[in-house]
């Protein structure tokens, strides 16, 4: 197939193509998503392919595919894996006749996500074997074999990339595609797949009868490799052994974890032929406490001695430092680097045009004294706009709101939600709500689409991921059959509608819903929508400033006077706020 | 030590700074060189600042280290001086002579910097500043903005300006071919002269 520059995310996609896969299910996730956006619209599929509601619905699907003997694929982000959990600690016990792989992308850094938690240690705790690429490259071939691992032991078979590996871009060699079974079949087998306690004891044997015979074939197929070449040593795992690689002095030895369980006699050997022992890894210190149980009286240096960080991500600027603070550098080579200080931050931000932003002008007009708990998209932005008090996880807005009330704070609790995420695990929280009788205002901003991941489509948009029509869930009729009896559908572009509707509901008890429906402004661009330009004309402007505290991108201030910029997507909220009725659409007077 | 050419490219999400560095990839692969990189995705595109790191016959890692880049081409002015430190003392800056103000000035009035400060202040560096929105336009669309950029930077680039047309060539739309062609030319012309 030849060589291409490719997106990590996309080498994935290809070795899955060339892997044979049947069956892939997931949910979009940072730094996961691109996987499934290249795979469900390759041009030679033979392979079913699914966006899934949520992570744990996704992971139950391939299981049983992969029962029914289709090589299947999960993927998800490292949270996503959480939601995943409980099919997951079981599925090592049923184990899997086809090769299951599950992808959690871990995100060091939290560029894109809540929580710094390491993958590996779930493969750990679920007794699972854990594949953790060094490169792009590695990436790539890992996964053919990671097929073929899972079926030779049984067992699902973790994936764990990084944000730099999803994320970064290389050179890489690709193999040629594989037409997928698709045929899959399924063998009943109750002492397999029925888990009650007389067969689970059974298979729970099993699964740890198979740890031995693992560690030792990842060591076999090179995922774990080292080479001596002194009296002291670093062990290093997933990019950072990539970035050791890059400075490691001579006469220093190495070796590289890629695969867990890490087999601890074959480590502990090496470990002893050495006088002092570094440990360089992302996240938490899995390598290192294997590292620690096998070395005896060798010093090991490392996260549990503050030689490295258990937090954020690694870079070759990173390792260097705990190089030379451990002594195998005599002077980091790289130079601190001053940044240029107090220079005005830009960190993204709602786009011109934004539903959501209006959508919390709206909510924060009629409910000024408010608890605002929120849930995680384009619209945990909102904090920006003083309307996002909390965020957890995925669905816990509602649940976070139903929580405050109960507890008996006095204050309006105005929740807001993105249509996706209520589709993943915000329903559970809307019933549990009304049920419980909490007295909250829930707002479900509904943009069809699962905006902030790169627009995949969800059970809202009217399409599955390969673009068939599918029929739109009715949020409206959702929200009634959980109980909810004040239920409005209304459109966030209009302030005066949108603040009408709240007002109604904060004078009501009990839990109120309103559906806050308008196009993604992106989605709406691309699909060719164009609602044309607005202007301030500086003869009327009294440069009040209303507009600009509105926060959006295309308002600018100069002068004494506002300006919209060419970012401009024509929603007209700012001509609605004008005091003075300043903002008019281009081409009118 | 990896011994690869380092470019960083940085500007607002949005602007086509992907773009720009699957070219330079696209061009290392015609060559048959190694490249590494490495780019921001997810939210954080939405209108924030964002960096593609581009490594020229990269063996290892795609970060490059602060103080270690050979090139920074920046679509903006602030983000030029926001990455300044990631160049060496010997780097070289290509910058679009463009400004656009976060929004957090006008919703926080936060103090910024001028355009001539600026400018003042990147000058520390080998710089070469140039209309890159202009040209585009004059080249045939706005668009083509990135493509203009990386013509201007092609003179510091060790990679020939064929195979940089090349891929070119191959990753822009069909319909825009001529366009980016004539885009990537014009800034390398004034490129040639920085």
């Avoid at chain 1, 299951?100 to 929580?115: C, G, K, T, W, Y």
């Avoid at chain 1, 109750?190 to 099993?206: E, M, S």
């Avoid at chain 1, 008090?389 to 939600?417: N, P």
């Avoid at chain 2, 919703?107 to 001539?116: F, S």
Wanted: proline residues 6%; glycine residues 10%; charged residues 20%.
């Amino acid at each position: 197939m030849g060589r291409k520059y490719l997106l990590g995310n996309e080498a994935i996609a290809h070795a899955c193509v060339e892997s044979g896969v049947g069956f892939i299910s997931g949910y979009p996730g940072t730094p996961s998503s691109e996987v499934i956006d290249v795979l469900r619209v390759h041009p030679d599929r033979s392979y079913y392919v699914e966006w899934s509601v949520n992570e744990k619905v996704a992971l139950e699907n391939a299981l049983a595919a992969a029962w029914c003997g289709v090589r299947s694929l999960c993927t998800m982000k490292h949270v996503g894996l959480n939601v995943a959990s409980d099919p997951l600690m079981t599925s090592a016990y049923t184990g899997v006749t086809a090769g299951l792989v599950i992808m959690s992308a871990d995100d060091p850094f939290a560029h894109s996500s809540q929580n710094e938690q390491d993958s590996r240690c779930y493969a750990h705790f679920a007794r699972l074997p854990c594949l953790d690429p060094a490169s792009i490259q590695e990436a790539h071939d890992m996964i053919p074999e990671a097929f073929t691992l899972s079926e030779e032991f049984g067992l699902p078979v973790i994936f764990r990339p990084t944000t730099r590996i999803c994320h970064s871009k290389g050179d890489v060699d690709l193999g040629e595609p594989v037409a997928g079974l698709r045929k899959g079949e399924f063998h009943k087998d109750p002492r397999q797949y029925v888990v009650i306690p007389a067969h689970t004891r059974v298979l729970h044997k099993k699964l740890n009868e198979k740890q031995p015979a693992l560690r030792k074939r990842l060591v076999e197929r090179g995922y774990n490799h080292h080479k001596i070449e002194g009296s002291t040593a670093i062990i290093a795992s997933g990019i950072g052994a990539t970035y050791v690689q890059e400075i490691i002095p001579t006469g220093v030895s190495f070796m590289k974890i890629g695969a867990y369980p890490i087999d601890e006699e074959w480590m502990g050997d090496f470990v002893r032929k050495h006088e002092k022992i570094l440990v360089i890894e992302e996240l938490a210190p899995e390598v290192e406490e294997t590292v620690r149980q096998v070395a005896g009286c060798v010093p090991v240096l490392g996260k549990k001695n503050g030689y490295a960080s258990y937090e954020g991500e690694l870079s070759l600027l990173a390792v260097a430092g705990i190089m030379e603070k451990a002594g195998f550098l005599k002077k980091n080579p790289f130079p601190e680097g001053n940044p240029v200080q107090q220079l005005p931050p830009r960190p993204p931000i709602l786009c011109a045009g934004c539903l959501h932003r209006s959508a919390f002008y709206a909510i924060k007009k009629v409910f000024k004294d408010a608890i605002y708990p929120s849930d995680i998209g384009c619209y945990t932005l909102g904090l920006q706009l003083g309307v996002v008090d909390t965020t957890i996880c995925m669905g816990a807005s509602i649940t976070v709101a139903s929580g405050i009330s109960h507890a008996g704070d006095t204050r309006d609790i105005v929740c807001t939600i993105g249509d996706s995420t209520f589709l993943h695990t915000g329903i559970q929280g809307l019933l549990n709500a009304v049920y419980n009788g909490a007295d909250i205002t829930v707002v479900i901003l509904d943009n069809r689409i699962t905006a902030m991941t790169g627009h995949q489509p969800n059970p809202n948009s009217g399409m599955t991921a390969c673009g068939a029509e599918s029929p739109a869930v009715s949020l409206d009729a959702l929200c009634r059959a959980c109980g909810v009896s004040f239920v409005e559908s209304v459109n966030p572009y209009d302030i005066t509608g949108m603040v009408t509707v709240l007002q109604e509901a904060k004078k009501r008890k009990g839990v109120k819903v309103i559906i806050a429906k308008q196009m993604c402004v992106i989605s709406a661009r691309r699909a060719g929508i164009n609602r044309g330009r607005y202007r301030v004309n500086p003869e009327i402007c009294t440069g009040c400033g209303t507009c600009v505290r509105f926060g959006c991108p295309a308002i600018e201030f100069a002068d004494e006077k506002a300006l919209v910029n060419d970012l401009c997507s024509g929603c007209a909220v700012c001509a609605q706020l004008c005091p003075t009725g300043a903002i008019v659409r281009e081409g009118k007077k | 030590m990896s011994g690869s050419f380092d470019i960083l490219i940085v500007g607002i999400g949005g602007q086509g700074t992907i773009l720009a560095s699957n070219i330079l990839g696209e061009a290392c692969l015609i060559e048959g060189r190694h490249v590494k990189g490495a780019e921001t995705h997810g939210m954080a595109q939405r209108g924030g600042s964002v960096e593609s790191h581009i490594r020229i016959d990269g063996l290892y890692g795609p970060l490059i280290p602060p103080g270690q880049g050979d090139l920074l081409i920046s679509f903006d002015l602030l983000e030029a001086l926001r990455y300044s430190h990631f160049l060496k003392n010997e780097g070289k800056m290509v910058v679009n002579r463009h400004l656009v103000l976060p929004t957090s000035v006008f919703t926080q009035k936060l103090p910024v910097p001028t355009q001539d400060e600026i400018i003042e202040a990147l000058k520390k560096h080998s710089l070469c500043l140039l209309d890159a929105d202009k040209m585009a336009e004059e080249a045939g669309s706005p668009l083509s903005q990135n493509v203009v950029m990386l013509g201007a930077a092609s003179p510091s680039i060790p990679i020939s300006p064929e195979s940089l047309i090349n891929a070119v060539k191959r990753l822009v739309p069909k319909k825009t071919v001529d366009i980016n062609v004539k885009a990537f030319e014009m800034g390398r012309e004034f490129g040639g002269k920085c």
